[in-house]
């Protein structure tokens, strides 16, 4: 079964320092991995994914992830933060066995403090 | 394009009583899923039609959710009788693909208060 933690349900950074986000898997085969941000009042938006290849992902809003086989992780970076990064993010994993279902992390708040 | 829309947004139903969500999805998107958060939790898959089949349905907690995609358009999910713990927001979700690296479109999701 594979299943996903993300530490911290809140973080809070001040604004212009770094957001570090982590989120670890289980799997039984390579995944598909997926870091999802809800801001408020609205749907799930894709940050990123990373599927094969390299394994350092680029996303949307200047936001990165890496993918360490090694120590089962795919922590969410950017290196500067922004007021408008308020918002709750989701680390999602699909092992593509032919069951399409993302499995999800229980989330983390991100607050930004000016 | 258009984007997954949900509706209505927040619904507010007293224990017993049917409530059902609509959820209309990107245009031309075969795949729809259904997913649910309780009480601040993880987002759990409830399940996923192609076209008016259900692909998935393992998700699902129980008889008493019923889901629909007649025409293999739009979908509903029915909740009858609510129960307290059935409050939550539920997601709808749309793509193209099947495959497993295909990134999900999310509606704004309703909120459910059972009271």
């Known amino acids: 079964a594979q299943s996903v933690t993300q530490l911290g349900s809140h973080v809070s950074v001040s604004e212009g320092a770094l957001v570090l986000l982590r989120c670890n898997y289980s799997?039984?085969?390579?995944?598909?991995l997926f870091w999802y941000v809800q801001y408020p009042n609205q749907g799930l938006q894709l940050l990123l994914k990373?599927?094969?290849?390299?394994?350092l992902v680029k996303g949307i809003n200047g936001f990165e992830a890496e993918f360490k086989k090694s120590e089962t992780s795919f922590h969410l970076t950017k290196p500067s933060a922004h007021m408008s990064d308020a918002a709750e993010y989701f680390c999602?994993?699909?092992?593509?066995?032919?069951?399409?279902?993302?499995?999800f992390g229980s989330g983390t708040r991100l607050q930004v403090q000016p | 394009e258009a984007g997954v829309t949900q509706f209505p947004s927040h619904s507010v139903i007293e224990k017993g009583q049917t409530v059902t969500l609509r959820c209309d999805p990107i245009?031309?998107?075969?795949?729809l899923y259904w997913y649910r958060r309780v009480m601040g939790k993880e987002i759990k898959f409830l399940l996923h039609?192609?076209?008016?089949?259900?692909?998935?349905e393992s998700g699902m907690p129980n008889n008493r959710f019923l889901a629909e995609r007649t025409g293999g358009t739009y979908s509903t999910l029915k909740v009858q009788p609510a129960e307290l713990e059935d409050s939550g927001v539920y997601f709808c979700?749309?793509?193209?693909?099947?495959?497993?690296?295909?990134?999900?479109?999310f509606g704004n999701g309703t909120r459910l208060t059972v009271t």
């Open positions: 799997s039984s085969v390579p995944p598909y």
């Open positions: 245009s031309g998107h075969d795949n």
């Open positions: 979700a749309s793509s193209q693909n099947m495959d497993g690296n295909s990134p999900l479109h």
């Open positions: 990373y599927t094969t290849g390299a394994t």
């Open positions: 999602a994993v699909n092992m593509d066995t032919g069951r399409r279902a993302l499995t």
């Open positions: 039609f192609v076209k008016e089949s259900k692909q998935d």
